[in-house]
């Protein structure tokens, strides 16, 4: 099966806890991007890669940390930076260049931070 | 300049009636508008998608009618179904990053 896996699917962490959230797609996409999502605010960009090795902040960078070590990873780290990391998180990839307009999406991690 | 606006943020729809959503952008930058349905606790998935060339693009019961003079484009949902109870949400692409842009999403509730 083609697709992107992120797990978990929910995840509870204490206040000042760092947390990794897995993104892994075996579509063969270059770029990848993770998205943020909260009720009544649509999707927002937090970081996002179009290359191995290589990644660019989004809109809402801040408290958050991002490596891609391999193409097909692209794993996020919320830090206890972030001041408001309820959430749900959405990673999504797309082919390059001028096939790289359809973004494929996760099916999302539910982070919770008491 | 960046931003989406989508409306409205809710709509109830009776089985058999259309359902229509709206999105207006700024940026004439933007090169492709899709459109992406999300059930609840999942992660979207792409609808139907138009370019700024073309006015209309219909699959099936789902229509994107683009208006590139004034800036907007909507979804037409045909037949509203139960089944299509669910967030809807516009897009743009920025052309030369491949970003897209989201509208703040519409919850759509098809009525029986």
């Known amino acids: 099966d083609g697709g992107i896996t992120q797990s978990p699917k929910y995840l509870f962490r204490k206040e000042g806890q760092n947390v990794t959230l897995s993104c892994e797609q075996n579509?063969?996409?270059?770029?990848m991007y993770w998205y943020r999502q909260d009720p009544g605010q649509g999707l927002r960009l937090i970081y996002y890669?179009?290359?191995?090795?290589?990644?660019q902040k989004g809109d809402i960078a801040e408290g958050y940390s991002v490596s891609r070590e391999k193409k097909e990873s692209f794993p996020l780290t919320v830090t206890s930076a972030q001041k408001n990391p309820t959430a749900f998180y959405l990673c999504a990839s797309s082919a390059s260049g001028t096939r790289g307009f359809v973004q494929y999406f996760g099916p999302g991690t539910r982070l919770t931070v008491t | 300049q960046q931003q989406v606006k989508q409306s409205p943020q809710s709509l109830i729809v009776q089985k058999g009636g259309i359902s229509i959503i709206n999105c207006a952008y700024e940026n004439t930058a933007f090169d492709y508008f899709p459109w992406y349905q999300q059930f609840p606790g999942k992660g979207p998935a792409l609808l139907i998608a138009?370019?700024?060339?073309?006015s209309e693009k219909k699959e099936g019961r789902f229509t994107i009618s683009f208006n590139k003079s004034a800036k907007q484009f909507s979804l037409h949902i045909m037949d509203s179904q139960p089944g299509d109870s669910a967030t809807y949400f516009c897009?743009?692409?920025?052309?030369?990053?491949?970003?897209?842009?989201f509208g703040q999403g519409t919850t759509l509730q098809v009525k029986p």
């Open positions: 897009a743009a692409r920025r052309g030369n990053t491949g970003k897209l842009i």
């Open positions: 579509l063969n996409h270059d770029a």
């Open positions: 138009i370019r700024p060339d073309v």
């Open positions: 890669s179009q290359i191995v090795n290589d990644f």
